[in-house]
């Protein structure tokens, strides 16, 4: 009798550690993973199943997607292109296969990072209330971590 009231117990007491962890995503068709707060709405998959977006309710957005690199982009064309999303850019890095750019627009933080490749270009993009940076930034940084990129020499 008291196995199943401490094993509702124990369910009980794991639902807030998940809730407040993370989950994977992986894209099938990309090949590209990326961690989010297992406590996000995630928006149904596109018919082309490019990518997701997942959001917490409160202003946060982030899209992982892929798309085929039918104009040959290279990591400089696609990191100037990208640079038009923003207001101000105040990070930039790049490396040989991707970059990341950070800045505002209107009163929202964006950061991108992109993998350029051959036949394939992975992109994380996050956009938040720059009211709400402090709350974010441990979020952020574990999103940019997690963002693996697919098979880019490949279009899919």
Known sequence: MLRKPLAVLA???????????????????????????????????????????FYDGEGFRMTAS????????????????REDDFDSVTY????????????????????VKSWVGRGAINSLYLQYPTTMKDEYDETVNHLVKSFIPGDLEESH
């Open 92 to 111: 930039r890095k790049q490396q040989d296969n991707w970059y990341a750019l950070s800045g505002y627009k209107d009163d929202n933080i964006l950061y």
């Open 11 to 53: 369910l009980a007491l794991a639902i807030p550690v998940f809730a407040s962890g993370y989950a994977d995503y992986c894209n099938s068709r990309y090949g590209f993973c990326v961690d989010y707060p297992a406590n996000f709405g995630m928006e149904p998959a596109p018919v082309n199943n490019d990518g997701r977006v």
């Open 66 to 81: 892929g798309i085929n690199n039918v104009l040959d982009g290279t990591v400089k064309s696609e990191m100037k292109s």
